[in-house]
């Protein structure tokens, strides 16, 4: 840990709907945030990384009751489910939010009446087709074949009363927060926003409902409840004390530094929340990251096509880290990300195995057979060093530059290539010809202190990425704590000259590609 203060970084992810159990989707953002969070602290920041859950709505309401128990016991049976999912896969987060909690509910209420003091929430009137054995209402898209998506029967033309936000009175301003400054990321997806909502005139937002009741009672009319996203998306600013006494971090923190979301929720991101924030003179957030859908093969994740990836399962076998390196690796930002159990395999195989594993037990297993354990301290250099050295004193630059735009996928992509000319290094420089001859002593013990300095600071930079196992990795060669920081890792030469190395346990064991296939797609088989 850096004691150099660099200031805060507040990172949320979206707070996922416990409606089901959370897949590999869900893991994804969660991950991918933890990760820019750990990265943070690490260089010394004040981090805030928030997550949660999104409890209200007539899709819990109806879950719970199919299952004959209250949405709030509902809800809380699942939340146990994510928040094990991610102590199982080593997510840091700093504070969970419920949207049932009562300080939000509290903060809700009073953000909801603030806008409609201010003029920017009226009551109007709600259209939509309606069906009436399930008392809901769908949207023309939601439909299937015309009917009712629940239970497939007809559905009426319906009116409600509602409260409706005014979107038009933001609309040159969110245009120019799209294209004219750096929130969205990737930028280029502002085209679709800019040409398929502004341009054609923002519509008002339905932001109550009287047709179901889990939900927050507005307070000056408490047939109605607030819907959706005015209460999912204040949890950004309520989760930090906005408007309740639970917290006072919201001088501190807001605006947020960066919220991740995938793009089935960036118009809400990119357009609802800034025009929110707008509507209450409040800071806008610095950053929208938005990545794509991991699909399945190519396919939606789905249950009822039975292709819902399901981490825990994925981790148990073959170690969270090794989840969270090929989920990180796979996506790069922007673009959708297809996700195959043989790719996930061999991914594993080559990459962490055969790459990173193998280097640590290679380079650990001859500082151990030609010395014994612990390094001389003369040294020679020698021809391939430089380019080594380079690369690792240049690496951190570059993973602090991908890191800060999000571009996961390109840091992986960075340290893994220092990995793997550390491996070619090996092969270059043949230390087990070195070992044959006396008078070569010094230069192997050069090459083999330079390899653990390779693998210094790519353990270091990893430990973000991969918290579980790296802080092992680091152990095997010999560096301690104090020695595995972020400025270290900007450097070459920190371990000891006579550095002490220990055999560990193998790091990412190589997995058996075909009966590990078979299993899963058994398992897929079985759950379907
Ligand atoms: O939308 N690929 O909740 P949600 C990648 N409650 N990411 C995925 C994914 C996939 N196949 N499936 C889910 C909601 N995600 C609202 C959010 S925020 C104020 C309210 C991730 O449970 C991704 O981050 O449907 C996506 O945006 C989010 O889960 C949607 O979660």
Redesign the pocket.
């Known amino acids: 840990m850096c004691n150099c203060n660099k200031g805060k970084f507040y990172i949320t ?5 416990p409606s089901g159990n959370p ?1 590999i ?2 893991c ?2 969660t991950v991918a945030c933890d990760s820019i969070a750990r990265y943070k602290r690490m260089q010394g920041y004040d981090v805030m990384f928030l997550t949660g859950t ?1 409890e209200h709505g007539l899709k819990i309401e109806t879950k719970a009751a199919e299952k004959g128990v209250t949405p709030q016991e509902y809800v809380d049976e699942i939340v146990a489910i994510f928040k094990n999912l991610w102590e199982y896969m080593g997510i840091s987060y700093d504070r969970y939010i419920r949207t049932t909690d009562d300080y939000h509910v509290e903060s809700v209420q009073k953000i909801f009446k603030e806008l409609y003091d201010r003029g920017y929430i009226y009551k109007g009137e709600y259209t939509g087709k309606y069906c009436t054995p399930c008392e809901s209402f769908w949207t023309e898209s939601q439909l299937v074949d015309g009917k009712c998506p629940d239970c497939g029967r007809d559905v009426i033309e319906a009116k409600e009363e509602a409260y409706f936000f005014k979107m038009s009175p933001f609309a040159d301003r969110l245009e120019k927060l799209l294209t004219e400054t750096d929130y969205l990321r990737p930028k280029t997806r502002a085209v679709e926003l800019v040409n398929n909502f502004i341009k054609p005139g923002l519509e008002d937002l339905c932001v109550s409902r009287t047709s179901f009741t889990w939900g927050i009672p507005v307070t000056f009319d408490e047939k109605h409840v607030i819907y959706v996203w005015v209460d ?2 204040s ?1 950004y600013i309520t989760a930090l004390g906005y408007l309740n006494g639970k917290y006072d971090d919201y001088d501190k923190f807001w605006p947020a530094d960066v919220h991740m ?2 793009k ?2 960036m118009r809400f991101h990119a357009l609802i929340w800034p025009a929110m924030l707008m509507a209450l003179d409040l800071p806008l957030p610095k950053h929208l990251a938005v ?1 794509g ?3 399945f093969n190519g396919q939606k ?1 789905s249950k009822s096509l039975g292709n819902v990836v399901d981490p825990m399962i994925l981790g148990q076998r073959y170690g969270a880290d090794a989840i969270r390196y090929h989920i990180m690796r796979e996506m790069a930002l922007g673009a959708d990300s297809s996700f195959s159990n043989e790719i996930m395999i061999n991914r594993i195989n080559s990459d962490l195995a055969n790459g990173f594993g193998n280097l640590v037990s290679r380079t650990v297993a001859m500082v151990i057979k030609y010395f014994g354990g612990s390094l001389i301290t003369d040294r020679e250099e020698g021809e391939f060093d430089s380019d080594l050295i380079s690369m690792i004193e240049g690496l951190r630059e570059k993973v602090d530059g991908y890191v800060e735009e999000t571009q996961l996928q390109n840091a992986l992509t960075e340290i893994f290539t220092l990995v793997a000319r550390a491996n070619k290094y090996i092969d270059e420089t043949e230390p087990w010809v070195l070992a044959k001859d006396e008078t070569k002593k010094t230069r192997l013990a050069t090459v083999l202190y330079n390899l653990l300095e390779a693998i210094r600071v790519s353990a270091t930079l990893l430990s973000a990425f991969m918290p579980a196992t790296m802080p092992k990795a680091l152990e095997q060669i010999g560096c301690t704590e104090e020695m595995a920081t972020y400025e270290n890792a900007g450097k070459y030469g920190v371990l000891p000259a006579d550095v002490t190395v220990t055999k560990g346990e193998v790091l990412f064991p190589r997995i058996d590609v075909d009966k590990e296939i078979e299993a899963l797609n058994e398992f897929i088989k079985n759950n379907a």
Do not use: K, Q
């Open positions: 992810t979206p707070i996922y709907y897949h989707g869900h994804y953002t999104d999912a998306l949890n979301v995938a089935d929720i990545h859908w991991i699909t994740m």
